[in-house]
């Protein structure tokens, strides 16, 4: 009898074998991709030049004309132009660092922030900063922030850049760094401070409140909290919005503009 055709076009998933040719890619990268057909199948064969790297992060900037995309398969950083509803890719890539994840751009517009996971390993990973006003944009600096800098967000006044990454304990906790700042600089006040003491770390979601004041995130233990950025004393104070062990599970943190709700 005749095999079911299989439909679909578009494609996305995770590399589980490779040709004895095949040099762009290695088996466990996150790929997508279009097929004549076949892509609603649970395997499907392709030649590596028609895989793309799925994107890890996506920032558009303030004035809606640009997007950046973190491209963590293959070390990329990517711009794309914003126009009439459409995205362009301007083919201007970049290479701010080993596995770009998460992206930011600051409420100016002006430059953007990149955090670089690398291996995972246990090395000190990196925040790469592009600035925007340049043409093409380009990476400008590279800052050593510790290990496995993953979600990421810039403060409302571009000046500080909050993230997660493994404290000492190797749990994931939120720290906060100035953008000039670095874990080698000779100032204490530009190294990296550990915001967060969470029994069991963070897990996702990680936003800045519009004051500037305070960040946002969902604990390990799916409670919503606001940690105070404030300086002095009241840096790292934990207002329990939800509290832990709370249903249902949170999948999204989203803020309004005015900071109330």
């Known amino acids: 009898g005749r095999v079911p055709e299989i439909p679909g076009l578009e494609f996305a ?30 395997r499907i064969a392709t030649h590596e030049r028609q895989l793309l790297a799925v994107p ?18 293959d070390s990329k950083v990517s711009v794309l132009k914003l126009a009439n509803g459409t995205a362009e890719y301007t083919k201007r890539d970049m290479y ?16 953007a922030a990149v955090g670089n996971v690398g291996m995972g390993n246990g090395d000190t990973d990196t925040v790469s900063l592009i600035d925007l006003r340049l043409d093409p944009p380009r990476v400008v600096d590279t800052i050593a922030v510790g290990v496995t800098p993953e979600g990421l967000s810039v403060a409302p006044d571009g000046k500080h850049i909050a993230y997660y990454a493994k404290d000492a304990k190797g749990q994931t906790q939120i720290f906060v760094v100035d953008v000039n700042g670095s874990d080698q600089s000779a100032d204490a006040a530009k190294r990296p401070m550990q915001l967060t003491q969470f029994d ?8 800045w409140h519009p004051s500037g004041d305070a960040v946002l995130c969902v604990t390990a233990k799916n409670g919503i909290a606001a940690i105070s950025t404030l300086p002095g004393r009241d840096f790292g104070r934990v207002t329990m919005l939800i509290p832990d062990d709370a249903a249902p599970e949170r999948s999204r ?8 709700t």
């Not at 004895?20 to 199948?41: C, P, Q």
């Not at 943190?253 to 109330?260: A, E, R, T, W, Y």
Request: hydrophobic share 40%; net charge positive.
């Open 13 to 42: 998933g995770t590399i589980v074998q490779l040709g004895e040719r095949a040099r762009m890619w290695k088996v466990g990268d996150r790929v997508m991709g279009i097929e004549a057909g076949g892509a609603y199948a649970e």
């Open 56 to 73: 890890a992060g996506v920032a558009i900037a303030p004035d809606g004309k640009t997007a950046l995309v973190a491209r963590d398969g």
């Open 96 to 111: 701010a660092g080993w596995k770009p994840y998460q992206i930011g751009i600051s409420p100016k517009g002006d430059w």
């Open 200 to 207: 069991g770390g963070v897990a996702q979601y990680l936003r």
């Open 253 to 260: 943190l989203v803020i309004s503009h005015d900071g109330k």
